[in-house]
Protein backbone atom coordinates (compact mmCIF):
# COMPACT_ATOMS: atom_id res chain seq x y z
CA UNK A 1 0.00 0.00 0.00
CA UNK A 2 1.65 3.14 -1.13
CA UNK A 3 1.00 5.96 1.62
CA UNK A 4 2.25 9.38 1.66
CA UNK A 5 2.31 11.34 5.12
CA UNK A 6 2.26 15.11 5.35
CA UNK A 7 3.69 17.29 8.35
CA UNK A 8 4.46 20.66 9.71
CA UNK A 9 1.34 22.82 9.25
CA UNK A 10 0.79 24.95 12.26
CA UNK A 11 0.10 28.85 12.49
CA UNK A 12 2.23 31.48 11.93
CA UNK A 13 2.36 35.63 11.40
CA UNK A 14 2.30 37.23 7.89
CA UNK A 15 6.23 37.38 6.96
CA UNK A 16 7.22 34.08 8.52
CA UNK A 17 8.71 31.02 7.39
CA UNK A 18 7.68 27.14 6.98
CA UNK A 19 8.63 24.17 6.38
CA UNK A 20 6.29 20.95 5.14
CA UNK A 21 7.30 17.93 4.71
CA UNK A 22 5.62 15.09 2.56
CA UNK A 23 7.02 11.46 3.48
CA UNK A 24 6.44 8.24 1.30
CA UNK A 25 5.85 4.79 2.08
CA UNK A 26 5.82 1.84 -0.18
CA UNK A 27 7.84 3.65 -2.93
CA UNK A 28 10.77 5.67 -4.06
CA UNK A 29 10.30 9.27 -5.21
CA UNK A 30 11.43 8.72 -8.75
CA UNK A 31 9.26 6.77 -9.66
CA UNK A 32 6.25 9.35 -9.54
CA UNK A 33 6.11 13.02 -10.24
CA UNK A 34 5.28 14.84 -7.21
CA UNK A 35 3.57 18.12 -6.00
CA UNK A 36 1.90 20.34 -3.79
CA UNK A 37 -1.66 21.63 -3.87
CA UNK A 38 -3.96 23.73 -1.41
CA UNK A 39 -7.37 24.09 -0.60
CA UNK A 40 -8.52 27.37 1.04
CA UNK A 41 -12.11 27.17 2.64
CA UNK A 42 -14.60 27.94 0.30
CA UNK A 43 -12.49 27.38 -2.95
CA UNK A 44 -11.69 24.70 -4.91
CA UNK A 45 -7.77 23.07 -4.56
CA UNK A 46 -4.77 24.88 -6.46
CA UNK A 47 -1.41 23.31 -7.44
CA UNK A 48 1.33 25.57 -5.93
CA UNK A 49 4.17 23.71 -7.03
CA UNK A 50 5.65 20.29 -9.05
CA UNK A 51 8.25 18.92 -9.32
CA UNK A 52 8.96 15.82 -12.18
CA UNK A 53 11.14 12.63 -12.28
CA UNK A 54 13.66 14.51 -14.29
CA UNK A 55 13.76 17.30 -11.54
CA UNK A 56 11.63 20.23 -13.59
CA UNK A 57 9.71 22.01 -11.18
CA UNK A 58 7.24 24.90 -11.24
CA UNK A 59 5.74 26.96 -9.24
CA UNK A 60 2.00 28.82 -8.86
CA UNK A 61 2.55 32.58 -9.99
CA UNK A 62 1.37 33.62 -6.79
CA UNK A 63 4.01 31.88 -5.27
CA UNK A 64 6.66 31.74 -7.24
CA UNK A 65 10.00 33.64 -5.20
CA UNK A 66 8.34 32.35 -2.01
CA UNK A 67 8.49 28.79 -2.05
CA UNK A 68 10.45 25.73 -3.52
CA UNK A 69 9.69 22.29 -3.47
CA UNK A 70 13.27 20.28 -2.51
CA UNK A 71 13.61 16.27 -2.62
CA UNK A 72 15.63 14.35 -0.85
CA UNK A 73 15.46 11.22 -2.26
CA UNK A 74 17.26 9.54 0.73
CA UNK A 75 14.89 10.16 2.39
CA UNK A 76 12.11 9.48 0.66
CA UNK A 77 10.56 13.28 1.53
CA UNK A 78 8.95 15.74 -0.47
CA UNK A 79 9.43 19.27 0.97
CA UNK A 80 7.73 22.66 0.45
CA UNK A 81 9.82 25.81 1.78
CA UNK A 82 7.34 28.34 2.01
CA UNK A 83 8.99 31.85 2.94
CA UNK A 84 7.58 35.57 2.91
CA UNK A 85 4.56 34.04 4.42
CA UNK A 86 0.71 36.00 3.66
CA UNK A 87 -2.76 35.11 5.29
CA UNK A 88 -3.72 34.79 1.41
CA UNK A 89 -1.24 31.54 2.03
CA UNK A 90 -4.08 30.05 4.60
CA UNK A 91 -4.94 26.42 3.46
CA UNK A 92 -4.82 22.96 3.77
CA UNK A 93 -1.91 21.67 2.17
CA UNK A 94 -1.94 18.44 0.02
CA UNK A 95 0.81 16.12 -1.40
CA UNK A 96 -0.03 14.42 -4.27
CA UNK A 97 1.71 11.64 -6.58
CA UNK A 98 1.11 10.52 -9.92
CA UNK A 99 2.74 8.63 -13.08
CA UNK A 100 1.90 11.75 -14.83
CA UNK A 101 3.70 14.93 -14.48
CA UNK A 102 1.81 17.48 -12.02
CA UNK A 103 3.28 20.49 -13.82
CA UNK A 104 0.31 20.83 -15.58
CA UNK A 105 -1.82 21.09 -12.05
CA UNK A 106 0.30 24.04 -11.32
CA UNK A 107 0.06 26.28 -14.48
CA UNK A 108 -3.80 25.32 -14.74
CA UNK A 109 -6.96 26.93 -12.88
CA UNK A 110 -8.25 25.18 -9.54
CA UNK A 111 -10.55 21.99 -9.60
CA UNK A 112 -10.88 18.92 -8.74
CA UNK A 113 -8.03 17.42 -9.72
CA UNK A 114 -7.67 13.21 -10.05
CA UNK A 115 -4.14 11.73 -9.10
CA UNK A 116 -2.72 8.48 -8.31
CA UNK A 117 -2.14 9.00 -4.71
CA UNK A 118 -2.64 11.76 -1.92
CA UNK A 119 -1.24 12.71 1.58
CA UNK A 120 -4.63 13.40 4.24
CA UNK A 121 -3.56 17.12 4.21
CA UNK A 122 -1.57 19.38 6.14
CA UNK A 123 -3.21 23.15 7.99
CA UNK A 124 -1.49 26.15 7.36
CA UNK A 125 -2.92 29.24 8.94
CA UNK A 126 -1.13 32.79 8.44
CA UNK A 127 -2.23 35.69 11.03
CA UNK A 128 -1.39 39.06 9.65
Given at each position: ?26 Y ?6 M ?94
Amino acid sequence: QLQLVESGGVSVRAGGSLRLSCKAYGYTYSSYCMGWLRQAPGKEREGVAAIDTDGTTTYADSVKDRFTIPLDNAKNTLYLQMNSLKPEDTAMYYCAADRASLLWVVRGPPGDYDMDYWGKGTLVTISS
